[in-house]
């Protein structure tokens, strides 16, 4: 089972056998009984594997989520995140203002530390957001 929690809205699914996620680690996998783990998330894809009982026929249901965690208890993964987008919800326009106004306060040079520190990481949450779309919007990619 798939939960993912925002502070808007409860998706939950139960058809699934397989949870990759982005983790600081780089992207990891949790099937089903693996053992009980508590992993930060950062910026990037969620993919969940519905199998299929056809040769090859799996298919994947795709979220962008933003910072957050995951919860992995035998048969179900809770995934707690401040933002969470299909890519039917995905808006490239806006990922890419988003880019331009964090790059533009990361060159401003009367900007504090933590307003620097603050527009990194807001470039590279619209850079992932960005590359979502590239990969599994525009790209179609089902995997």
Same mark, same amino acid.
């Given at each position: ?8 809205? @409860? ?14 680690? /780089? ?9 009980? @783990?508590? &992993? ?5 894809? &969620? ?5 299929s #009982?056809?040769?090859g026929?799996?298919?994947?249901? &795709? ?6 965690y ?7 993964? @809770? ?30 040079? #009367?900007?504090?530390?933590l307003?620097?520190?603050? =527009?990194k990481?807001? &470039?590279?949450?619209?850079? =992932? ?9 525009? /790209?179609? #990619?089902?995997?």
């Open positions: 089972m798939l939960t993912l929690l925002t502070p808007t809205r @409860t998706l939950h699914f139960e058809d699934g056998d397989l949870v990759v996620l982005m983790t600081k680690q /780089g992207s990891e996998g949790f099937m089903y009984n693996h053992i009980p @783990t508590l &992993i930060e998330v950062v910026p990037g894809p &969620i993919r969940y594997r519905i199998p #009982d056809q040769e026929g799996e298919t994947w249901r &795709i979220f962008f989520v933003s910072v957050g995951a919860e992995v208890q035998a048969n179900q993964v @809770t995934v707690v995140v401040s933002a969470a987008e299909t890519p039917e919800e995905f808006e490239p326009d806006r990922a890419e203002r988003a880019l331009e106004r964090a790059e533009k306060r990361l060159s401003n040079p #009367d900007a504090t530390e307003e620097r520190t603050h =527009a990481r807001a &470039i590279r949450r619209a850079q =992932a957001r960005i590359a979502f779309y590239l990969k599994y919007v525009k /790209g179609n #990619d089902s995997h």
